[in-house]
């Protein structure tokens, strides 16, 4: 009983670290007693008493490599740039580091620090605050959407990766059998003949098209005019994102953690791709009139509010905070870890590729609207093909294209495979965590099984219409308001139901030092409040999905969308009323509410060297705690 009395009489600096349960303790010192960490018990824990073996990296720069290659990705090189095109590029900058600063950073550092300190997933850690259960599995399914069609941006990039292994670029001429030449312009026309054919065309109510637009709506995806049209599948690229997926199965078979050579590579290659693009797009002609329409504001874009709600989303969706895969990573690490450092330098890394990647897509922008004679806001359609329509332009003017051009293609393959692996890794903890019986024990099978179901499902997204199902999982299944919900619920159950003061002493106990206070009011006022904002705002001024050559989707696309979202959403408040009403139990309905936001007294964190508290001892600390309350 020693070692318990020395904790209430307040000298517990040299003894054992013993955890004491979710109230806190009198006798500590006033920060302790706010950050007091969550007790342990031999008996009734509520996470598997033995440690499960997750793997863990191997290096110390693994984790941080880990985060790069999932945080920097297509979210960054692919949807950061079109975003900002669509919504008038600084107007956009401006609101996206709003975000980045009270949203993005904070929910990055708790998802990190949470998966480091309780060693498990998405789903599994939840049991410390039962009641937001539901947020694991939105977790999930967010996952699932994104999942879903990553492969697919893939299979695009290998297509163009083959196609550029030619001596003439199918994209730079315009007398191919998918061309319609009578409005195609390669850029290379003087300047005469341009003018003529931009006044004709304007005249009858038509618009000139690249030779690169042309390429990638009627050769690379064969593209129907609507949703509704189906048009058959795609055969090429159906077989390229079969490849795809193969090299996910086949990087995640022994487990990510030994995939170390594969997530460097994937982590540090493409920066050596961007810095040559941006030194080429820097250099072409109108590459600063592109610039300047990037970092220049447009108040009055401001007032849209889908400036706003695409800048937040954004911020969510490329920090990939919601998606689970964060604790996933984290779950991996030592518990000793230094996980705040490196979540400070990687969201420092996350900001500056997406920066970067904007000069460069813009830079590039700038110069197919010289070319093209035509503004800026004009030049290509915003959509999620901006990037496979500025990329291939600058390769077409380099030195040895062919070589950069590939290399350009890889890069941007890279980017979608490691993100995906990433997030396959984290939806896939998630279900390990749960189902262990099976999924752990017949891993590789059950990791393969996985894969194929999403094959099958990115089927219709290589369909002849197969962009616009992307775009539809994209806006609904993988951001916007179904990711600003599930997100709002995780930061609210892990400040308020777990603790923000926990977080921080978690911390503490990791790393030997307490963060500023000031994160706790990021972690419970700031990050909800932002989040709850944004939700509410992109509910009320709600805009239906259009096409990027203009017109809305059909009615019956926007409800499957709405579907898609509603997967997510609806089992957060479902499995807290299961919870409180349907869970056979002899509690009243107080207890269970208390029981369901709060860590119990037995908790188990995923420190190998604290030791346990005995039934005996804790039931000595209640007493005295209880003794000292009444005096």
């Not at 290659?69 to 095109?85: K, M, Q, T």
Request: include cysteine.
């Amino acid at each position: 009983m020693e070692k318990v009395r020395n904790i209430l009489s307040g000298k517990p600096e040299n003894e054992p670290n013993l955890r004491i349960g979710h109230e806190e303790t009198t006798a500590l010192t006033n920060d302790e007693q706010h950050n007091a960490p969550v007790a342990r018990t031999r008996k009734d824990s509520v996470l598997p008493e033995e440690p499960v073996d997750r793997g863990q990296w191997s290096g110390p720069l693994d984790f941080l490599m880990s985060m790069v290659a999932y945080a920097v990705g297509l979210g960054n090189v692919w949807r950061f740039p079109y975003l900002c095109f669509k919504n008038g590029g600084g107007s956009f900058l401006v609101v996206y580091f709003l975000f980045f600063i009270l949203g993005a950073v904070p929910i990055f550092i708790m998802e990190v620090t949470v998966g480091q300190y309780l060693q498990r997933g998405a789903m599994e850690m939840w049991k410390m605050c039962p009641l937001f259960k539901g947020v694991g599995i939105g977790n999930v399914v967010i996952a699932f959407m994104c999942i879903a069609y990553f492969c697919v941006i893939v299979s695009w990039a290998i297509f163009y990766m083959i196609a550029s292994l030619t001596s003439t670029f199918p994209w730079e001429t315009c007398d191919n059998w998918w061309n319609i030449q009578e409005i195609c312009i390669t850029g290379k026309e003087n300047a005469t003949v341009l003018s003529t054919l931009v006044q004709n065309l304007t005249s009858h109510g038509l618009r000139t098209q690249t030779s690169v637009e042309q390429f990638w709506e009627r050769r690379v995806l064969q593209q129907t005019d609507s949703i509704s049209d189906f048009g058959g599948i795609q055969w090429e690229l159906l077989g390229l994102m079969l490849v795809a997926w193969l090299i996910v199965y086949f990087a995640l078979w022994k487990g990510i953690t030994q995939a170390r050579k594969f997530v460097y590579f994937c982590a540090l290659f493409p920066y050596f791709l961007l810095f040559i693009l941006l030194c080429r797009g820097l250099t072409l002609p109108g590459a600063f009139t592109g610039i300047s329409f990037y970092l220049t504001p447009n108040m009055t874009k401001l007032a849209e509010t889908t400036v706003w709600k695409d800048a937040g989303t954004q911020v969510f969706y490329s920090y990939g905070v919601g998606f689970g895969a964060l604790i996933a990573l984290g779950s991996h690490n030592k518990f000793t870890h230094n996980c705040y450092r490196d979540a400070f330098i990687m969201c420092c890394i996350n900001g500056s590729t997406s920066i970067l990647a904007g000069f460069v897509v813009f830079s590039i922008l700038g110069y197919m609207s010289v070319i093209a004679n035509k503004d800026i806001a004009e030049i290509v359609k915003p959509g999620v093909g901006l990037a496979f329509q500025a990329y291939p332009e600058v390769a077409s003017n380099l030195p040895l294209k062919q070589l950069w051009a590939f290399l350009f293609f890889l890069m941007i393959t890279i980017l979608g495979l490691d993100s995906q692996v990433c997030m396959m890794e984290g939806l896939f903890t998630a279900l390990e965590d749960t189902f262990p019986t099976i999924l752990r024990k017949y891993k590789k099978i059950s990791l393969g099984v996985t894969c194929l179901f999403f094959f099958i499902l990115g089927i219709p997204m290589v369909s002849h219409a197969g962009a616009y199902w992307l775009t539809l999982f994209d806006s609904y299944g993988a951001s916007g308001i179904a990711l600003l919900f599930v997100v709002f619920f995780e930061v609210v159950g892990l400040s308020w139901g777990f603790g923000a003061h926990r977080v921080r002493s978690a911390l503490k106990e990791m790393i030997g030092i307490y963060p500023s206070k000031i994160w706790l009011v990021f972690w419970k006022f700031t990050a909800p409040l932002v989040t709850a904002v944004l939700f509410i705002f992109c509910i009320a001024k709600y805009k239906p999905l259009e096409y990027p050559h203009g017109g809305e989707y059909p009615l019956w696309a926007e409800i499957t969308g709405f579907c898609l979202s509603a997967c997510s959403m609806v089992v957060i408040p479902g499995y807290a009323l299961y919870y409180l009403f349907c869970r056979p139990s002899s509690e009243t309905f107080a207890q269970r509410l208390r029981r369901g936001i709060s860590p119990p007294a037995s908790f188990k964190t995923g420190n190998p060297s604290a030791p346990y508290a005995s039934a005996e001892e804790m039931e000595y600390i209640d007493a005295e705690k209880k003794a000292k309350h009444f005096a």
